[in-house]
C-alpha cells in the first residue's frame, strides 16, 4: 500500500499547488473575480504588432474569454500570431514528441513533465491535442484542445495569440521552431486553469490526471521495494506515466551530478542494456528544460560506459549524445538522485488503443456526496462513520502474477473531492476497506464497532485525490469514503482499478438502524436525488439537447432542460413550479464569465449543487408531498450548511415560500442558491474575518442587481 498521505514537499514549480493550481475545470479565479469589483485596475490589452498588422484587425477568432489579467506580465510584452512569428508556422511537424516541450519564464514545470510523459503514447496526444488542426487548410485563428474533468472530456478553445518578446516565445516553446502544438497546449491549459498564473507552480500528477483521466500515485522512492526495476517494469508495462524528482535541496539548484532539486522530470523508459562485461538496468530519464542532464555514470556527454556499448545496441536505445534535456543513468543512481515519484495509472478507457504492452487497469467510477446529517459521518473515532457513503466491491479473479503465492487481486481505489476551489474549502479526505459480511451487505454501526479495516489511508489528507493501493483475495468487500470532521459537505468522485475487472457498486442503508447514535428510524438512501433526477450521461445528453448553437445554456434553455429532467422522476409535477426567473438567476450565480449563459463546466458545477440539494429537499419532505413546511426550512438550511437566525429564516418565510407557508422543490433551490451565493460574496470581502465588510456603490449594485 502506498502512503499517500505522505506529506509533500514542493517540487520545482511542486509547491503551493493547493494554493495556486485551480483544478476547477473553468476559468473561475478569485482575484479576477475580484478585480470585476474593481473599476481602477487596468486590465491587460493585445498590442498591435508587425509582420502582419494587427491581429484584431484580420477577421481572425480571438478569445476574450482569456484570463489575461492573471498572467505574469513581461516588460514590451506583446502578443502575436504563430504566423507573425515564423512565417512558415505548422502546428505539428514530424509528430508530437516529448522533445517539443522546452520551459520558458514560467515556472510550470511540473506541467511540462507531464506533457513529456503523455507524448510517449500517440492515443492519449491526440485526445488531448485533437488530429486536423494547422494554419493552412479550415485556419481561422482558433485551436482547441481536451481535458479531463472529474469524469468528462472538456473541449477548451483558445485563439493563437501567443506572448512575445522581441519577436520570440516567452513561456512553452518548441525545439522546432516552426512548431506551436505545445505553446498553444500550455495556453489552453492556462485557460482551463484560470490564466498563465496559475502554472506557475504545481504538482506533475494534476496535470497527468487532466490530461488523461488516470489514477496518480504520489510515492516515496526509499520506501519502494529494493529491487525497483522490478517494481517499475510492471508499472511502464501498462502505460502508467512516471514523474519524479528530487526535493531536499534550493529550489531548481544542482546537485553534484547536475540533478535539479525541486524540479519535475519525466521517467520515460527503462532497459537491460549489454556491455562487454555485464547487462545493467537503466532508467530514461527526461528534464522539460531541454538541458540540464545528469552528470553522472551513463551520463550522453561524459559517460564512459557507453564506450563499452556496442553501437547496434546504443541504436535500440535511441541514446543522443547530445543536451536535449533526456539522458540514461542506472536504476541504482536514479533511487540516489531522486526522492519522491508521481505515477498516473491508465485504465481501458484512458488508453484504449494499444500502447502499453501490457492490459491495462480495468476501472469503474462512480460519482457520489457528503450531505451534513444524511451522508456525512466524518472519521472513524466519531459516532457516525456508518452514515457515510458505502460502496461494495467484488474481487472477482486473482491476477496473473506467478510470484504471487496467496493469489490475490492487486487494485487501487482513489477518492477525488470535486470542485473544492470553487467552494473555497479543502476537505480532509480518507478511505477504509472492510470486509463485507454477504455480497450485497451494509456495514452498520455495529459491524464497524467490531471490524477493523483490512486497507485505509491512515488518516486524512486535504488533497484533490488520495489513492491506496491493495492486494486481497477475490471476494467482497465495502469501501467507505470519509472526511475528517462529521457534517462536512462536499462531492467526490470514487474510482476502482483492477487488473481482471471488479464489480463496485453503491451500497444503500437498509430501511432502519438498529444501532444508530440518533433516534431516527426511517433512512432515505445515500443518494435520493437517483430516483428524482436523470443519470450522469441522461444528464449530458440533456444538456446537447438543449443547448444553444454555441454549446451553452441561456435561462430559457435552461428552464426547459430543467423541466425535462425533473419530469421523469419521483418529484414530477414540480416542474410546474419552475419558472425562468429561476433559471435567471441559477445561470448569473452559476457563470464565473459574466456572460449569464452556462458552458458544460458550468452546468455541472450548477448540477452538483442540485443533485446535492435535492438529497436535502427529499430527507427533509417527510410527508412526500414535493413541499418543505416551514418549520421543516430551518433543519434543511443547517443540512446544506447554511445555517441562519430567527430574523434571516423569518425573511425567508416573506420571500420565499408559497401563500401556505411552504417552499416547493424549485423554490427550495433557489432559495439556497441564493442564499449559497450571497454568503459566499460576504466571505470573499470579509478578508480578515471581522465579519463585517466595507463595498463600493459600483460593488453593491452589482451584487444585487447581478443575481
Not at 526495476?229 to 512516471?242: D, Q, T
Amino acid at each position: 500500500m502506498s502512503d499517500s498521505n505522505e506529506k509533500k514537499t514542493p517540487v520545482a514549480e511542486i509547491g503551493t499547488a493547493e494554493a495556486t493550481t485551480d483544478d476547477l475545470g473553468s476559468s473561475f479565479n478569485s482575484k479576477r473575480w475580484l478585480s470585476s469589483f474593481t473599476a481602477d485596475k487596468p486590465t491587460p490589452v493585445l498590442q498591435k504588432h508587425g509582420n502582419g498588422g494587427n491581429s484584431m484587425d484580420d477577421g481572425l477568432f480571438v478569445d476574450y474569454d482569456f484570463p489575461m489579467g492573471d498572467m505574469i506580465l513581461q516588460p514590451a510584452i506583446e502578443w502575436r500570431r504563430p504566423k507573425d512569428i515564423c512565417p512558415s508556422a505548422q502546428f505539428i511537424v514530424d509528430g508530437a514528441t516529448r522533445m517539443d516541450v522546452c520551459q520558458g519564464v514560467l515556472n510550470d514545470c511540473w506541467f511540462l513533465s507531464a506533457v513529456a510523459s503523455l507524448s510517449l503514447y500517440r492515443p492519449l496526444l491526440e485526445r488531448v491535442v485533437p488530429n486536423g488542426q494547422s494554419f493552412q487548410e479550415g485556419y481561422n485563428g482558433s485551436f482547441y484542445f481536451q481535458f479531463w474533468q472529474y469524469g468528462e472530456w472538456e473541449k477548451v478553445k483558445v485563439d493563437d495569440l501567443l506572448p512575445t518578446q522581441k519577436g520570440k516565445l516567452i513561456y512553452l516553446c518548441s525545439s522546432e521552431k516552426r512548431e506551436f502544438w505545445s505553446a498553444l497546449l500550455e495556453k489552453a491549459y492556462a485557460k482551463l486553469k484560470g490564466g498563465y498564473r496559475a502554472l506557475n507552480m504545481g504538482f506533475p500528477h494534476e496535470a497527468m490526471v487532466d490530461m488523461t483521466g488516470g489514477i496518480t500515485e504520489v510515492l516515496t522512492v526509499a520506501s519502494l521495494p529494493k529491487d525497483l526495476a522490478a517494481f517499475l517494469k510492471p508499472i511502464l508495462a501498462k502505460g502508467a506515466l512516471i514523474n519524479c524528482a528530487n526535493c531536499q535541496g534550493p529550489l531548481e539548484q544542482r546537485n553534484e551530478f547536475g540533478i535539479l532539486f525541486r524540479h519535475a522530470y519525466s521517467v520515460t523508459g527503462l532497459e537491460h542494456v549489454k556491455t562487454k562485461y555485464e547487462t545493467v538496468e537503466l532508467v530514461r530519464v527526461h528534464n522539460p528544460w531541454g538541458k540540464m542532464e545528469w552528470e553522472g555514470p551513463w551520463s550522453d556527454m561524459n559517460g564512459p560506459e557507453w564506450s563499452h556499448v556496442r553501437e547496434e545496441e546504443q541504436k535500440r536505445l535511441d541514446r543522443v549524445q547530445k543536451e536535449d534535456g533526456e539522458f540514461w543513468m542506472a536504476v541504482s543512481d536514479f533511487r540516489q538522485n531522486f526522492e519522491s515519484m508521481e505515477v498516473c495509472h491508465l485504465s481501458e478507457e484512458t488508453l484504449s488503443e494499444p500502447g502499453a504492452t501490457q492490459r491495462p487497469w480495468n476501472c469503474t467510477m462512480h460519482h457520489g456526496s457528503w450531505v451534513p446529517h444524511i451522508s456525512a459521518g466524518g472519521s472513524p473515532k466519531g459516532g457516525w462513520f456508518w452514515q457515510n457513503p458505502q460502496f461494495h466491491l467484488t474481487l472477482l479473479e486473482e491476477d496473473d502474477d506467478p510470484s504471487d503465492p496467496e493469489l490475490t487481486c492487486s487494485f487501487l481505489v482513489a477518492l477525488m473531492q470535486k470542485h473544492q476551489r470553487l467552494r473555497g474549502v479543502h476537505l480532509g479526505i480518507g478511505l477504509d476497506i472492510y470486509k463485507a459480511a454477504s455480497e450485497c451487505s451494509y456495514l452498520s454501526s455495529l459491524d464497524l464497532s467490531l471490524r477493523r479495516p483490512l486497507i485505509s489511508t491512515q488518516g486524512y489528507a486535504q488533497r484533490t485525490e488520495v489513492v491506496i493501493r491493495g492486494r486481497l483475495a477475490p471476494g467482497h468487500y465495502v469501501i467507505i469514503p470519509s472526511t475528517a470532521d462529521t457534517n462536512q459537505q462536499g462531492e467526490f468522485i470514487l474510482r476502482v482499478l483492477t487488473e481482471k475487472g471488479n464489480n463496485a457498486t453503491p451500497a444503500e442503508k437498509p430501511g432502519t438502524e438498529v444501532n444508530s447514535p440518533t433516534q431516527i428510524s426511517l433512512l432515505r438512501p445515500s443518494f435520493p436525488h437517483l430516483l428524482a433526477l436523470p443519470s450522469p450521461e441522461a444528464t449530458r445528453q440533456l444538456f446537447k439537447k438543449h443547448r444553444n448553437m454555441k454549446g451553452e445554456c441561456r435561462p430559457l434553455e435552461l428552464l426547459n432542460l430543467l423541466t425535462e429532467a425533473i419530469k421523469g422522476g419521483v418529484l414530477a409535477g414540480s416542474e410546474k413550479k419552475l419558472v425562468l426567473e429561476h433559471c435567471k438567476s441559477f445561470v448569473v450565480l452559476t457563470d464565473s464569465r459574466g456572460l449569464a449563459q452556462l458552458d458544460w463546466q458550468g452546468f455541472q458545477a450548477l448540477w452538483d449543487k442540485i443533485r446535492k440539494w435535492t438529497d436535502i429537499f427529499l430527507t427533509f419532505d417527510k410527508n412526500k408531498s414535493q413541499l418543505l413546511e416551514y418549520p421543516e426550512v430551518s433543519p434543511a438550511l443547517k443540512a446544506a450548511g447554511m445555517g441562519v437566525d430567527d430574523f434571516v429564516l423569518e425573511l425567508i418565510g416573506l420571500r420565499y415560500t408559497e401563500p401556505d407557508m411552504t417552499i416547493s422543490y424549485p423554490g427550495f433551490l433557489y432559495l439556497l442558491m441564493k442564499l449559497d451565493s450571497m454568503i459566499h460574496k460576504f466571505e470573499a470581502y470579509d478578508i480578515v474575518g471581522m465579519g463585517t465588510i466595507s463595498v463600493s456603490y459600483r460593488q453593491w449594485l452589482h451584487m444585487t442587481m447581478y443575481n
